[in-house]
């Protein structure tokens, strides 16, 4: 295999060169604290920072570094949209309950970037546009029929490129043309997840990292929970399970409904200022349209294309990986076909039997997971709901908590059946290619 990694190559996500992974202590463990969060990913950290701005005292416990997480691995593109397609959705369940998901999906879009910018985390958060790009020319009809079913029913904007067109998007002739989503956005995941971090800290939560909390039990008095951690007991009125794909068998009920897969990422070495023009001349995020996606996107700060995709793979060797994504590289971006890349790396996503996140609360215990790889804007939302949730503040509901949470007999969180899936998947998108259309 040809030589694809720079000299200075690291096997761990590009965020972590500007935002590395740190050391939280948490300091001394309190016998008992209102609200404990296990996972200090987007989501335990923006309900910790909420409750804790509220006056309660929290602590957040990550079984490793805070951040180590999907939240510092991501892609970092900001969305409002589901793998569920809004049309089959509508279809499936009516126009009520499609455009009440949808409407949450816009405020967690819209409430991020707010967010972001009342905090001032200087993260790179733009809305710099999407471009779907169609697979096929059957894909290319499906995503019209979407869009145009969105604007019409919630007035998102869109501007379809035919296939003619496409070069004024991406230097490729990979696609049969696609759709711009103007108004779409990006960040850079590092510094997101450390300005959430920060601002946790300076609120007053503990967050104890390398601590894995590994049982919760109900307390005999008192507080409703005893939480059992690496480092000892505690107990809590609250808890709140924010481990997503991460989520471990200790938590068998959340495990059983979560179904964790890897997602694979590279970064190239730092391209000429104009060979990346040319490739993304509006610096918009790209997906493809396929269940399995690919996905590109400039570095927000420095001259690299940042890419992914051919996620469950079931691969964990660097090489094998990169020269995986290479070849997609090369395949969509020919002009990319001989550079080397400097940073590859993995992270844990978690999809749902019913495709849709889930937020909620079982057994007493609150939790948001499920993201579908729309965990950048949905985690931070859902943090911000389970600590309004247990406010007792009414903003705090949410069109998502009324589903139920499906899971399957016999699964127990080990998904080995996603192979198949991701064959499954593939199967689809061709068999939508050859039909010509909907
Ligand atoms: C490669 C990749 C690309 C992605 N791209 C995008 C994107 O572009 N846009 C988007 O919206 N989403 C994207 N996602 C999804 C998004 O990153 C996640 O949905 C989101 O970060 C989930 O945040 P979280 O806080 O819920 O969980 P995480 O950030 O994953 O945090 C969970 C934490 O739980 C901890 N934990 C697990 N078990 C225990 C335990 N027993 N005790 C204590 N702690 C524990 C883990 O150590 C981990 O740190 C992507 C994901 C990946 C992997």
Redesign the pocket.
Known sequence: MKDLFTTDFKNAPYWWDAAPLTESAGGVMAPSYDAIV????????RAALTLARAGRSVAV????R??????????????RTLKKSYVDLKAAKGIAYATAIYRDLSAAYDGILAFIEEEGIDCHAVRCGRLIAATSAAHYAVLERELAGMKADLGLPYAMVPRDRLREEMATDLYDGGAVIPDLGSLH?GLYHRGLMTRALAAGVAIFGN????AIEQASQGDRFRIITAAGATRARDVVV???????K??PWHARRVIPF????AATEPLPPELLEKQLPHRRTVIDSNLDID?FRPAPDSPRLLF?GATANGLEDPATIAALLHGRLARALPDLADVKLSHV??????GTFDMMPHIGCHDGIWY??G?N???????SFF?LKIAQKILGLPAGTSAFEAATFPTLPLYRGNPWFLPLAMRYFAWKDAKLARSGGP
């Open positions: 296990i996972g200090a990913g987007y989501t335990g950290l416990f990550d079984k490793e805070p951040g180590y997480g999907a939240s510092r691995r991501n892609a970092g593109f900001l969305g995941p601590c894995a909390v590994t924010a481990t997503n794909g991460y989520t471990p200790s938590l890897v997602g694979y990422m996905f992914g790396w993995t992270g844990q996503c978690a948001g997971m993201y790889f729309a965990g950048v804007p949905m985690g943090g």
